[in-house]
């Protein structure tokens, strides 16, 4: 059964409605990071996609490059097929040989085929990279705005100094800058300790949190003794993993206090508790499940400054 819309907050300063955590697709048809294709496939997300919906998470990332573009496609003939509805964002990668405003048109073209839309809800500016500066991507957002392509405009990995001078150019349209998504979770504290929260807070823009989960480390799942492959490994060494596993512990124990909700929950709900919105990702059922089981319960003030202090923050 889906969330009331009550339960959903504003995104940014528009009027789009979204549910306090969303669901990220990067692994939805990406071979290179999350092998798509050798442990899930297509039915697997699709599930993950109604079970999301159905339980009240309708807010879902993408960007052009994810499998490239294979999760733009499958969104949008799982919207088609299902009748869903739900919040779309996506994104424009600004590549170095991308050196007009007009390509970011013609990419926004092709992204609204592949999801079958007329009109993307949320449109974010990937990376701030080189060489073209914050306010030519700015413009180009918002002449998309005015021609009715775009509802709302968003940037992602921008510092607090990038997001500022965005927002300013932004104003110069009358179109506010609704969001900032960057890496934010319990292991990757930065958008705190560098001021980008408060700045998105004092302006009225949605910090949306990607990897919440550390890319599943939050899990509970992995240890010293059983740790992640690939790129995971190299990230968290022996000793960053006994420090997570106090923390899962921690978070056990929290969980317990709200019905045995699970560390992930918990890790989530951290997120949500912190004025974020959270986009785990989930490639089955049984992932959706989990990430919707954040919703319809807050953890204490005082379980939130545990996590803070356990965590390290």
């Known amino acids: 059964m889906g969330l009331q819309m009550s339960s959903f907050v504003f995104l940014g300063k528009s009027d789009l409605k979204i549910s306090p955590v969303g669901l ?6 990406d071979t290179m990071v999350w092998s798509y294709g050798n442990g899930y496939n297509e039915d697997d997300i699709k599930e993950a996609f109604d079970v ?8 879902i990332d993408t960007a052009e490059i994810y499998g490239k573009g294979k999760s733009e496609e499958f969104i949008g003939r799982f919207l088609k097929e299902s009748g869903h509805d739900a ?24 992204s ?29 957002m918002a002449d998309v705005v005015e021609n009715g392509l775009v509802k709302a405009v968003g940037v992602s990995n921008y510092s607090t100094d990038q997001m500022l001078r965005a927002h300013d150019q932004l104003a110069k349209r009358n179109i506010p800058l609704v969001s900032n998504q ?13 001021g980008l929260l ?20 939050l899990t509970g799942k992995y240890t010293s003794a059983n740790p992640p ?4 490994a190299r990230r968290y060494g022996k000793k960053k993993l006994m420090k997570i596993e106090k923390l899962a512990g921690v978070m056990r124990e929290v969980g317990e206090n709200h019905g045995g909700k699970s560390p992930a929950q918990v890790a989530l709900n951290w997120t949500i508790s912190k004025g974020t919105v959270p986009i785990p990702g989930a490639k089955n059922a049984e992932q959706a499940e989990q990430n919707a089981g954040t919703l319809g319960w807050r953890l204490t003030e005082e379980e939130v ?6 965590s390290g923050g």
């Open 52 to 59: 999301s919906v159905n339980n009240g998470v309708a807010f």
């Open 198 to 217: 408060d700045a998105c807070n004092e302006l009225g823009i949605t910090l949306i949190a990607y990897s919440p989960l550390a890319m599943g480390m």
């Open 24 to 29: 990220g697709t990067w692994a939805w048809g």
């Open 112 to 140: 609204l085929k592949r999801l079958q839309l007329d009109v993307v809800d949320l449109y974010q500016i990937h990376w701030p990279f080189p060489p073209l500066p914050v306010r030519v991507w700015m413009d180009a």
């Open 305 to 310: 400054e545990l996590l803070d202090r356990k």
């Open 182 to 194: 960057v890496e934010y979770s319990l292991l990757v504290r930065k958008p705190e300790t560098s």
């Open 229 to 232: 492959a690939g790129v995971r």
């Open 87 to 110: 919040v779309i964002a996506t994104k424009f990668m600004p590549y170095p040989w991308r050196v007009s405003k007009n390509t970011l048109r013609d990419a926004l073209t092709r």
